[in-house]
Structure formats: C-alpha cells, structure tokens
C-alpha cells in the first residue's frame, strides 16, 4: 500500500488564483481530514469526511471547499488565494472502528502565495 | 475539550532516556491520550496511545497515572533520528463523528551527539 499521497508536493500561487489540492488513500479508510500548519505551530483542521458524499467543516474552514465523492479521493479546493493560506497542508485518514484510531499522514503540501 | 500542556523544548544526549510530560487536567471519562511524532517536512506520524496505567510498544512507553490528569511519554536511549516535535493529544476522536483532537504546538525534542 501507498498509504496516503498529496500532489503537488510544492506550489507558489499568486494573490487570487486558484487551486487544487490532491489526496489519495489506498487503505480503504472512511474518514479523510485536511490539515494545514503554520511556521512552528501544530495542526490545524480545515475539512474532514467520514465517507463519501459526506464532509464538515473542521476548524479553520473560510477560503476553502471540499469534495469526496469516492473512498479514496479527498481533494482540497483553494479560491481566490491569500498571503495567509500560504502554510503546509496535511492529508489524512483513518479507519473507525472504536473510539479512537489512529490518523495516517500524508507527506504534505507546502504552498506560497505571494 | 481537553486542554493539553507541555514544555516548548527539550535537549538530551544520545544513549540518555528522555521524558516528555503532558498535563491535561480536565480529561474527561471518554477520553484517550495519544502521542505522534513529527519529523521536518513531514507528516506526523502515531507513537503511543493510553487510557490509563501503563503501555509500551517498540518505540515508547507512555505512563498514565490513576487521576489521569497528566501523562509521560518515555523514550529509552534516544538517537540523533529521535530529534523531532512530539504532540500530546487528548480526546474522542469520533464522538458524534466529530474528529475532536486539537494538536498544540508539541515539544520539540533535540538529540546531541
């Protein structure tokens, strides 16, 4: 198993373009989460999913939208793209079967904007 | 939520045991407590995860005590590649389906020669 890819691995955008973020689990997994992480900070939730068709805003949602229409797939759409989204984006996921389980990482995507 | 507290930074040595303590003092009856690991330019990455006494596995042991309200995440004989973030976690991730976990800003861990 691949586990968890991102694509692209790096982006600069500029002010107000627009882009895709894109994550893929090959575990099967039902629950999918975004992460993005500032400069020396810990993580924060943007999105999360708890299957397809199914997704909720996490903690930090503005300036961004989601999608998951399949198990697999959990892109991350950016609109209109600002200074303060440039950060590290996390994909992530899990398979729920109790209370707790752990969260299985991607390797991250780091964005600019400028 | 459970609030969770622990030092900014930790140095150690190679070969030395290091302790990394949480406090999270309003724990609730649900709640679990869990450590990852992140590397630089990485994902993080699951350690450790208890409920309560002890629980080790072959990287860690972590150590809750009866009230639960802190905990202690021990590494034994750390290497240079231990160097790292480590965040303590508390809560139920899928009560009400709801991923409840809130990561800190960890306690970055340097391991010198």
């Known amino acids: 198993n691949a586990g968890v890819t991102q694509t692209p691995k790096f982006r600069i955008l500029k002010i107000g373009q627009s882009m895709t973020l894109q994550c893929t689990q090959d575990m099967n997994h039902n629950y999918m989460y975004w992460y993005r992480q500032d400069p020396g900070m810990g993580l924060k939730l943007i999105y999360y999913?708890?299957?397809?068709?199914?997704?909720d805003k996490g903690e930090v949602p503005n300036g961004y939208n989601v999608s998951r229409s399949t198990t697999e797939d959990f892109p991350l759409r950016l609109e209109l793209a600002a200074p303060s989204q440039t950060s590290v984006y996390f994909c992530?996921?899990?398979?729920?079967?109790?209370?707790?389980?752990?969260?299985?990482f991607g390797p991250g995507t780091r964005l600019t904007v400028l | 939520l459970a609030k969770t507290t622990q030092p900014i930074s930790m140095d150690s040595y190679e070969g030395q045991e290091v302790n990394i303590t949480c406090s999270h003092n309003n724990i609730a009856t649900n709640d679990y407590i869990t450590w990852y690991q992140q590397f630089p330019s990485q994902g993080p990455r699951f350690i450790i995860q208890?409920?309560?006494t002890k629980v080790t596995n072959e990287v860690a042991s972590l150590f809750i005590p009866a009230d639960r309200k802190s905990s202690t995440l021990s590494l034994p004989r750390v290497s240079l590649s231990d160097t790292a973030v480590y965040y303590c976690l508390v809560g139920v991730m899928f009560s009400g389906g709801y991923n409840k976990l809130i990561f800190g800003a960890g306690t970055r861990l340097a391991v010198h020669p």
């Open positions: 999913s708890v299957g397809a068709g199914i997704t």
């Open positions: 992530a996921s899990t398979f729920t079967t109790t209370a707790y389980n752990e969260q299985f």
């Open positions: 208890g409920y309560k």
